[in-house]
């Protein structure tokens, strides 16, 4: 069973993702999380299209107004 010791809590997901391995796992998991940061760094470096940005901002604006998100009730 899986347990949430390994889960980012506060918004901290870089830097408990960039974190050195624990000296107690395994090496197929020393190994996977090289291979991950290998393949998946620089794309999740990489900044935000301007569209979702916009899309962002405008659903902030939105809520900021009073607006809900859910969908209106019939």
Not at 3 to 26: H, L, M, Q, S, V
Not at 65 to 71: I, L
């Amino acid at each position: 069973m899986a347990n949430n010791n390994d889960k980012p809590e506060d918004g901290r997901a870089a830097a408990a993702a960039r974190a050195k391995p624990r000296g107690n796992d395994r090496p197929f998991d020393l190994w996977l999380h090289k291979q991950l940061h290998a393949m998946y760094d620089e794309i999740a470096s990489e900044p935000l299209p301007d569209d979702l940005l916009n899309l962002i901002e405008k659903d902030a604006a939105e809520q900021e107004k009073g607006g809900s998100d859910e969908p209106p009730k019939e």
